[in-house]
């Protein structure tokens, strides 16, 4: 029966659908054990620590390097049409709008969504998930709801650190290593940057922040149910590294969608 | 009814392995659980042994039968009568299950902490109290990882009593032990099941050591069951898949009255 291609996919689209239909209903209970009572403060607060202050040295590097880079890549292309005055245009447009908030989820999805599947799918081959249920203790208002809403406040947070950042990076290297008139660069920004613009990195970088907190810890939840995955430690590393692959795509894809319909 | 603490009717549990095939773990098993006594659920490995408390638990949905519990049907429940129910259980699991990035102390703590409002005094009062009942003074600060097979055993059994459950469950409780750990952790279980008077459900493969605490025996053998009023009674039985039974799992000797015949 394996061996019929038309069997196989069928059974592949049974699962994905099942798959996508556990998914939906992992993050409404997450969502929703948000606002369940007990609140566990502190675990909030230990989350937005971990996934936010944790990951600041990490973002910055990445910033400062993008930002330079940018600057540099900028200043060349625009020299040639006589117009290193729309460095600071391009750089900030650029980090603001794109590299901000895909960046800054990308590397929230390696440093932090890899952590937490890996701590779920390890609670869940160990029965530690079981033994909440059976204490009849919510497992998602005790550490899946705290680990989205500290996902979703920290990645805009983290988002501004970038951009701030970058664009400081393109600053550097534009004004202070290659010439750009200071004003010119500032002005620049100025008259370029829109409210419309800045509303579309904050709502990409909170959709990212969902997506990338969703599929890590939903994979790590549903360590057991994913197909192919295998058992014990080796489906934990296999779930994870799943789940950072799955999450990074789904950012770029909905990058680009969100780019086609807001902008 | 309210001697029965857990009925099952006709229960049904398919697995579908990953090459597409079915087995059926329990095919139309019915038995039923006395409250306030100690029950014995046996058989090999495979059997549906586990499979059943995580059936009674909710952790499974049967493919079919029912399951009550004090006469109540909680077969297809969920929600907050899910939750309300599983308040109503401890469970020791197999592998202990402890938080294994909390103490000791928080792991006892925990239910108490996030299921009751008492205040903190009173939860360090009590968890010190179990601890000590239990012999494990003095590790409250450690984590499960730097605890014998044993003690975490004894801190699973501490957790799961904070809440005076009506029901314990013990999923193969002395996995992995050697034989003296085994008849000290099953002498806490008499002893503490005298103290919180609750229903012991004890699902293991410690055939005949874990007889000896069974007021009732059930065998679950490839889908079916058989139930047993007494630890004596499956010596006597004659059953053929029964005597085979016996005969692997205690030996010769106890059938050594059937022989003789």
Known sequence: MQQNPIGKLGSTGLYILGDLGRMGLFCMRALRGAFRRPFRFMELVRQIHFIGAGSTAVIFFTALSTGMVLGLQGYYSLKQFGAEGMLGSAVSLTIIMELGPVLTALMVAGRAGSAMCAELGIMRISEQIDALDCMAVDPFRYMISPKFLATLIVVPLLTSIFDLVGIAGGYIVGVNMKGVNP?????????????HDLRLGFIKSVVFALLVVWICTGRGYFVREIRGAGFGSESVSRVTTQAVVLSSISVLIFDYLLTAVLL | MKNVAIEFRDVVKTFTAADGRKQTVLDAVSFTIPAGKTTVIAGGSGQGKSVALKLVLGLMRVDGGRILVDGKDVTD????????????????????????????????????????????????????????????????????????????????????????PEIMLFDEPTT????????????????????????????????PKVLNLADHVIILNHGSVDVFESPEEIQWSTKENIREFVKTTMGQIYQSHLTEK
């Open chain 1, 183 to 195: 004003g010119i660069f500032i002005d620049g920004m100025h008259t370029s940057i829109t409210n």
């Open chain 2, 77 to 164: 429940i969920g929600g907050a009568g899910l939750e309300a129910l599983r308040a109503r259980f401890g469970v020791l699991f197999q592998g202990g299950a402890l938080f294994d990035s909390m103490t000791v102390f928080d792991n006892v703590a925990l239910p108490l902490r996030e299921r009751t409002k008492t205040p903190e005094g009173e939860i360090r009062r009590r968890v010190l109290e179990t601890l000590g009942q239990l012999e494990l003074s003095g590790h409250e600060e450690k984590y499960p990882a730097q605890l014998s097979g044993g003690m975490q055993k004894r801190v699973g059994l501490a957790r799961a009593l904070q809440l005076n």
């Open chain 2, 176 to 207: 992995g032990l050697d034989p003296i750990m085994t008849r000290d952790i099953y002498d806490l279980f008499s002893r503490t099941q005298a103290l919180v008077g609750y229903t012991s459900v004890i699902v293991s493969h410690d055939i």
